[in-house]
DNA sequence: GTTGATTCCGTAGCTGACTACGGGAGTAAC
DNA sequence: GTTACTCCCGTAGTCAGCTACGGAATCAAC
């Protein structure tokens, strides 16, 4: 049960970890991963549990996760928080299936106006363009895409 | 068929539009509206005309057009280049549902792991948690969520 | 004719997640 | 023992799409 416990350097575990460097320090100075001790002159080294660190934050972020909410779950890391790391989850899934639902929308009318482009053949009007002038697609107001994304 | 040619200052139009006027300044500074000519000494106005592409940039927001794309799409705008919008749109729809199937990806992942702590009773290991931690997750390499969702 | 809101305009700040730069120190290869 | 890479560290820049600030001019109401 013991894997290797190689000693790495920053650029090593960046590799290892397909990432920059540079990301690795960013998430340092974050706090989302800790900067082990300098050797007296020397340069610091990294072990596996740094890398699998930095494992959970890459799954984290692809699950939908931001760095601070990733912060948030590395303080249930013991495993014995589970309601807490479950309501977590529960969000993100919802804001997922939110996600969706605004896509497959979108996918719809765009979906719509591409077909009635390639239908069009002598008209002069662009489908496309014109619903865009003339306000035709109809969008529910549960933004993904676009304006104001960053909340 | 002719609307009503109001004559609206920029905080007038702001409002008919539903955004800040502090956005449809930018978007002149961005070339996407134009600036109408200032009477000498006086303020400017804008017309309908000035509120349709306002409502052009937010529909085409909307499916997912970057405002440099809607720059590209506001050239095309004659009506007469209906190939070259249905090919954005096309690439538009394509990545729309790229988008998609990514989400659907990570829906499944973290729906599992959400039933997985209901689930969990006496067990001391948290099981989202854990899957962070040991990379039982697996995921596609189409990233949607997370790192470089700036390309 | 004064108060108070709005416009004008340039410039600067914000968010999130990096990415780059620069200069000095340490380290590896030959 | 020199060359060439890598590390360290702080600070600054990037991207997209806004949002805010500040000071002067203009306009609307009373």
């Known amino acids: 049960m013991s894997k290797k416990q190689r000693s790495m350097t ?15 320090r960013y998430y340092q100075r974050r706090g989302l991963v800790a900067e082990p001790e300098k050797p007296y002159g020397s340069i610091r080294h ?12 890459r ?11 990733i912060a948030e779950l ?32 979108i996918e719809k009318a765009l979906d719509g106006l591409v077909q009635a482009c390639s239908a069009q053949r002598m008209n002069v009007e662009c489908p496309l363009i014109a619903s865009l002038q ?6 529910s107001e549960t933004e993904t895409s676009g304006r104001s994304n960053r909340g």
């Open 10 to 24: 920053i650029g090593t575990l960046a590799k290892a970890a397909g990432m920059g460097v540079e990301t690795i």
């Open 134 to 139: 003339h306000g035709v697609v109809q969008y």
């Open 74 to 105: 590395l303080t249930l890391q013991d495993g014995t928080h589970c309601n807490e790391a479950r309501v977590l989850g529960e969000q993100k899934l919802t804001s997922v299936r939110q996600k969706i639902r605004s896509l497959q929308g």
């Open 46 to 57: 990294y072990d596996d549990q740094a890398l699998g660190r930095l494992h959970f934050i």
């Open 59 to 69: 799954t984290a972020q692809w699950l939908g996760f931001s760095l601070d909410e």
